[in-house]
């Protein structure tokens, strides 16, 4: 693993905050030079700690209107089964994200569609056609409050806090 500094981590958190911010205005935020910062950039890239860049598309604005989540319980725990489900959903543009969980499922899958029928048709033709799944339990979202995939980046030598945490009680 690649130790991070404070400049570091200033990098990482000004990224998530703009992917598209200028080398020389992402230098002036951390108090590099525009060459030291490039060179950072990429050896957090090459070291993987930057996985990509990439925009944040609205899903209305492609027509999808439904999200769920749809936990799915397979048949039996074996890496032949986790296989032959992993290799089936791959397949399916309509899964954003796959999550292996621990209790009584064993994924859970974040699925975007356009209607209802598009999902009716989704869960009996995509997912439970897949010989290895036992069953499969969907929720709607009706609503997201909070959607927000930034990570804590704290500064190197200090204790991550929660949002607010240094804010005065009275404005918490």
């Given at each position: 693993?690649?130790?991070?500094?404070?400049?570091?981590?200033?990098?990482?958190?000004?990224?998530?905050?703009?992917?598209?911010?200028?080398?020389?205005?992402?230098?002036?935020?951390?108090?590099?030079?525009?060459?030291?910062?490039?060179?950072r950039?990429?050896?957090?890239?090459?070291?993987?700690v930057?996985?990509?860049?990439?925009?944040?598309?609205?899903?209305?604005?492609?027509?999808?209107?439904?999200?769920?989540?749809?936990?799915?319980?397979?048949?039996?725990?074996?890496?032949?089964?986790?296989?032959?489900?992993?290799?089936?959903?791959?397949a399916?543009?309509?899964?954003?994200?796959c999550?292996?969980?621990?209790?009584?499922?064993?994924?859970?899958?974040?699925?975007?569609?356009?209607?209802?029928?598009?999902?009716?048709?989704?869960?009996?033709?995509?997912?439970?056609?897949?010989?290895?799944?036992?069953?499969?339990?969907?929720?709607?979202?009706?609503?997201?409050?909070?959607?927000?995939?930034?990570?804590?980046?704290?500064?190197?030598?200090?204790?991550?806090?929660?949002?607010?945490?240094?804010?005065?009680?009275?404005?918490?």
């Open positions: 693993m690649i130790d991070l500094d404070r400049i570091d981590r200033k990098i990482l958190a000004t990224l998530q905050q703009n992917g598209r911010i200028s080398n020389l205005e992402l230098a002036e935020a951390v108090g590099l030079s525009p060459t030291p910062c490039a060179r950039i990429k050896r957090l890239e090459e070291a993987g930057i996985e990509g860049y990439a925009a944040k598309i609205s899903p209305a604005a492609l027509g999808f209107s439904i999200c769920v989540m749809v936990s799915v319980k397979l048949a039996k725990q074996s890496p032949d089964a986790a296989e032959q489900f992993m290799t089936a959903i791959r399916q543009p309509e899964i954003t994200e999550l292996l969980v621990t209790g009584n499922v064993d994924y859970l899958l974040r699925v975007w569609v356009k209607d209802i029928e598009a999902l009716r048709s989704f869960i009996r033709e995509a997912l439970q056609a897949i010989p290895c799944v036992a069953e499969t339990s969907t929720m709607v979202i009706l609503e997201t409050q909070s959607s927000n995939r930034l990570l804590n980046v704290p500064v190197a030598g200090r204790k991550a806090r929660p949002r607010g945490a240094d804010l005065p009680a009275d404005r918490v």
